[in-house]
């Protein structure tokens, strides 16, 4: 899930904390990456974002037909780049083309402040894939004036009129996902998913006239956006011939190209189905491509390539296109089959309740890959591990893949240090255990997060699916769910025993440490001061973090506390808080195995949304002193096809892009393949 997804970022926070030399020797150990660098890693910095490059190692040791595979693949994910913008918001195609049209047309003076606060703008639209920030979901504000950006369009000819225009300087859709349904799930959402008319109660009873196999539910909505007209409620399908049918067309044809060339039959018979799922929309069919895509374990190359997760929809079903292109690393992939071989001994050990556990947790794999492209909602802001398929009743009947991004982990790791850590960690002691262990920590808590924690537990017969009874609280209760059997386990001495960690109890501590740093301190640099936290995995690690010490407090588990007029949190028994993290994780079991809505809708909203003014404004000065971006996301090497004198594929080479606005301009030219609007 995107948490496989990510998981997105609560690692990539962490990870520039530990100095740059002890971070090229850990992953160079880990996942056999060469140490020495060819290519400088952090490209640019504007805004809050830093933007980085990466490697494919071993791409040069592919067959050519290999080679072939991946090209093709790639360039069907590129081929759907439009339709994140377009899911994002209804305007972001028209402003963003608009906006690139002047990029590419202006001859004035390009040294103006204003110019410089223009390229900024366009920057950022380009990262988040629309005018919204990507984490915190608010619009951007730009910081030039309407006046400003009329002049442009008239000195380039350029038009962007009405709403479209109106909207990059007023307040209206200020947020593109909004949870608080106070204020309206869908009426608060910038998101064109739903006719703005709809609301959540019209969506959750349209969706509940859908009826479906209880053992075996299709993901209803996934791939489609509901309207009203007329009084009228229906679907407008994601399909070919269907909405964003010409984008799913290239899809289609690049998905075919890579049929001809896959490594195996497994693999064709899952782009046969997938291939099927957009010609016709079907969910059946999807359900049938993920049964095959998750048992075609076989093969050096992989693939991500759909509308998959929900986060960007306030209430959880439709899905966001991405797609990932990957290659195996071999080392470190056996390395954690170990780990996946002994999942249901973590099942039978886990603090759930007994009826609330697998008997036989089938199938999960997890392996290290090297990212060879990413498109859509994967990029630029990419996850660094993966599992799916999402679709609960695959998970436990066929299995599910899970996998690290290695080569981006490594491209985090090489961008550079931070003073942060020093500034928010409580003392020395602290200090120390994250620059000796807190990679390790980390790489091993998103292991056990994706391959054990997003694959352990199932549900109560005849309870639906917990995006239909945990509703918009379903993201963050997984995530926190997956994240607390992560946190339960790393201090266990069975991953000693394994050989997958040198230290169970500094791997513990270095991991409770960075997790309620980064829970209750590091990750409020990422909100404006006086907002609510709506992000879903910040939600989950301030909420179990919140949770924790609350529980904790009459025996003073996590100290709060005072020093020079900076407060730090200190947690003075680690072993007690292993305990009531699995206290923790056997109710959020227990809501989802049940679906108790309003017990998780209590967890959330009185751990995870609200934060302390006070302590905010407070981290806010402390981190004014750092220049290093809170954000980072990629550049992707491009895949250059030779081509002999009759047109035919020779070989595929990689290059490095010279910038991110020359990538971008280039996708601009080369993947444009819907209207403005859709």
Request: proline share 3%; net charge negative.
């Amino acid at each position: 899930m995107k948490f496989k997804y990510i998981i997105f970022l609560f690692l990539a926070t962490t990870l520039f904390f530990s100095c740059q030399k002890k971070a090229a020797e850990t992953i160079s150990e880990e996942t056999g990456i060469e140490q020495e660098n060819s290519i400088e890693f952090v490209s640019e910095q504007f805004a809050d974002i830093r933007i980085l490059r990466y490697q494919i190692p071993g791409f040069e040791q592919l067959s050519e037909q290999q080679k072939k595979y991946v090209y093709f693949l790639s360039q069907a994910g590129l081929a759907g780049r439009d339709i994140i913008y377009d899911q994002n918001y209804k305007y972001n195609l028209e402003i963003r083309r608009a906006l690139e049209s002047i990029y590419v047309k202006f001859d004035g003076d390009k040294n103006a402040e204003n110019w410089k606060n223009f390229e900024t703008y366009l920057k950022q639209v380009w990262f988040a894939n629309g005018i919204h920030h990507h984490y915190s979901n608010e619009k951007f504000k730009p910081e030039f004036t309407r006046d400003y950006l009329e002049n442009l369009m008239s000195s380039t000819g350029v038009t962007l009129e009405g709403e479209a225009l109106e909207v990059i300087f007023n307040a209206k859709d200020s947020k593109k996902v909004n949870l608080n349904p106070e204020t309206g799930l869908i009426k608060g959402s910038a998101t064109n998913f739903y006719s703005p008319d709809l609301t959540a109660e019209e969506v959750d009873a349209y969706y509940a006239t859908i009826k479906t196999d209880k053992n075996q539910p299709i993901e209803k909505g996934l791939n489609s956006k509901l309207i009203k007209e007329n009084g009228k409620i229906s679907e407008k399908v994601w399909k070919s011939g269907g909405m964003y049918g010409a984008a799913i067309d290239k899809i289609i044809f690049w998905l075919e190209k890579a049929r001809g060339v896959a490594e195996n039959e497994a693999q064709v018979k899952g782009l046969d189905l997938l291939i099927r799922y957009y010609q016709t929309g079907d969910l059946n069919i999807w359900d049938e491509y993920n049964i095959a895509w998750a048992e075609a374990t076989e093969g050096d190359i992989d693939y991500i390539n759909g509308f998959i997760e929900v986060y960007n929809d306030p209430k959880g079903f439709k899905g966001s296109y991405e797609s990932v292109v990957q290659i195996k690393d071999f080392e470190m992939s056996a390395k954690m089959a170990t780990l996946a071989t002994n999942a249901q001994w973590f099942e039978d050990n886990s603090t759930l309740d007994p009826k609330h556990k697998k008997e036989n947790v089938v199938g999960v794999s997890y392996k290290t890959v090297n990212v060879a492209s990413e498109s859509g909602d994967a990029s630029p802001s990419t996850p660094i591990g993966i599992n799916l398929p999402n679709n609960n009743w695959i998970r436990e009947q066929h299995g599910s893949k899970s996998v690290s991004l290695g080569n981006i982990i490594y491209a985090y790791n090489n961008a550079g240090s931070s003073g942060r850590l020093k500034e928010f960690a409580y003392d020395d002691e602290e200090v120390k255990y994250e620059e000796e262990y807190g990679q390790l920590a980390d790489k091993l808590h998103t292991s056990l997060h994706e391959v054990i924690g997003h694959a352990s537990g199932k549900l109560n017969p005849g309870v639906g699916t917990p995006k239909e009874t945990l509703k918009n609280y379903y993201s963050t209760l997984e995530e926190a769910r997956a994240d607390l059997v992560g946190l339960y386990y790393l201090p266990d001495g069975k991953l000693v025993e394994l050989g997958i960690s040198p230290d169970a109890n500094a791997i513990g501590k270095a991991a409770y440490d960075g997790y309620i740093r980064n829970g209750l301190i590091l990750q409020l640099i990422r909100l404006n001061l006086g907002d609510d936290i709506e992000e879903a995995h910040m939600r989950n690690r301030q909420l179990v973090a919140a949770w924790a010490m609350e529980k904790g407090s009459e025996d003073n588990v996590i100290e709060k506390v005072t020093r020079d007029g900076k407060t730090y949190y200190k947690i003075n028994d680690y072993d007690k808080l292993r305990t009531l993290f699995g206290e923790l994780l056997r109710e959020i079991q227990r809501i989802k195995s049940e679906g108790d809505f309003e017990a998780g809708k209590a967890l959330v909203e009185n751990y995870g949304v609200k934060v302390d003014q006070a302590l905010h404004k407070e981290i806010l000065e402390r981190n004014s002193q750092f220049t290093s971006a809170p954000y980072s996301g990629f550049i992707n090497p491009h895949l250059e096809a030779k081509l002999d004198d009759d047109g035919n594929i020779v070989d595929i080479v990689v290059e490095q892009p010279e910038s991110f606005a020359a990538q971008m301009l280039q996708y601009a030219k080369d993947y444009t393949t819907l209207p403005d609007m859709n």
